[in-house]
């Protein structure tokens, strides 16, 4: 069973607001990732990390920012919410090292941004 | 970039039935994982196979990597399988198919 979580699970927030996302995993996990993905549709890498300090941009230019200070954190930074940024917004982890990078994910976070 | 295509995009079934979900891909790849996501939202891997075969119950999966193809077998289809499978494959990055929605019917 993953041990990967998300918070706020819900977010409605007006357009212009600051907000951040919440991910956390206690698998000890170095890689993460967030995604977002639109209902039903495929998901876009917006930005992943190899371990500590570590962050890099995926596809998707979301206008966001990510940080890695610890290992079990990964929180992702809208700094001015927009109405195009409504989404799902999918956290994962997995191992780093060939063979060992199954990809385990959080339960996700609905953002609508009015 | 490396192209990812899941066949066929959608697919409703008896529950019994068995399918076959495709998921090609374009350029040669370091790994590639199944996934289901439920109708509420959850991601659940179901397999990690950058080749060969593997079996999880109900569930097998295959890739063929000279041939850039991977294969998701399910059999004896349980409403429980309804929701969307995705392909992902990793280069330098991980990229996701669009996904086969599958509806079983009860």
């Known amino acids: 069973e993953a041990d990967i979580y998300q918070t706020p699970r819900y977010l409605v927030i007006g357009t212009g607001k600051k907000i951040t996302l919440e991910c956390s995993q206690t698998?000890?996990?170095?890689?993460m990732y967030w995604y977002q993905q639109d209902p039903g549709m495929e998901l876009h890498l917006i930005h992943y990390?190899?371990?500590?300090?570590?962050?890099e941009k995926g596809d998707l230019s979301s206008e966001s920012t990510v940080s890695r200070i610890r290992t079990e954190h990964f929180p992702l930074t809208l700094e001015s919410a927009r109405p195009s940024h409504t989404s799902q917004y999918l956290c994962?982890?997995?191992?780093?090292?060939?063979?060992?990078?199954?990809?385990?994910f959080g339960p996700g976070t609905r953002l609508l941004v009015l | 970039g490396i192209q990812v295509e899941q066949s066929p995009p959608d697919l409703i079934l008896q529950e019994g039935a068995n399918s076959t979900l495709r998921c090609n891909f374009s350029?040669?790849?370091?790994?590639l994982q199944w996934f289901h996501q439920n109708p509420w939202g959850q991601l659940i891997n179901l397999f990690y196979?950058?080749?060969g075969t593997k079996q999880n119950g109900r569930l097998s999966a295959t890739t063929v990597a000279t041939e850039r193809y991977s294969l998701l077998y399910i059999s004896s289809s349980q409403t429980t399988d309804s929701g969307v499978y995705f392909c992902?494959?990793?280069?330098?990055?991980?990229?996701f198919g669009k996904g086969t929605r599958l509806h079983i019917l009860p």
């Open positions: 994962a982890s997995s191992e780093l090292g060939q063979g060992k990078e199954t990809q385990y």
């Open positions: 698998m000890g996990h170095d890689k």
């Open positions: 990390s190899y371990g500590v300090n570590s962050t």
């Open positions: 350029d040669s790849v370091n790994n």
């Open positions: 196979i950058p080749s």
């Open positions: 992902a494959v990793e280069d330098d990055k991980i990229i």
